[in-house]
């Protein structure tokens, strides 16, 4: 089931209002954040318009977070973060997804909660493209 008026269903503009879509997974959707104060944050957005993990089978929600490990680990071989957070909110955008935050020692909020959007860095096409290969070929 998709919800049109859902940017992760819709895809096109509106998500493109913050994300840029890498490859569909096998149970989800992967997309880099634009915003990348934490450089490789990406979001690992469910495949239909559910809310929560409840909303799904225990098989559904095991291939989830099988989806959510496979991009963990192709952050770590790709950017080599000290950390990586995960946030699963939904407050206000109700479709089941996880920002996947890579954080480092040395960086950006090292040590506390990540911003949803502290729209401070972003970057040229060029530079999406080439975390977006660095991405892919770790996955």
Known sequence: ???????????????????????????????????QSHPGRCIVAYKDHVNEMVDISEEERNEFISDVNRVAKALHAAFKPDKINYGAYSDTLCHLHM??????????????????NPAEKFLSDEEYEELISKIKTNL
């Open 1 to 35: 089931m998709k919800d049109n008026n859902c940017p992760y269903c819709a895809g096109g503009e509106a998500l493109a209002k913050f994300g840029i879509k890498i490859c569909d997974l096998d149970v989800s959707q992967l997309i880099l954040f634009k915003e």
């Open 99 to 116: 920002h996947i935050v890579p954080k480092y020692k040395d960086g950006y909020e090292w040590g506390g909660v990540f911003a949803m």
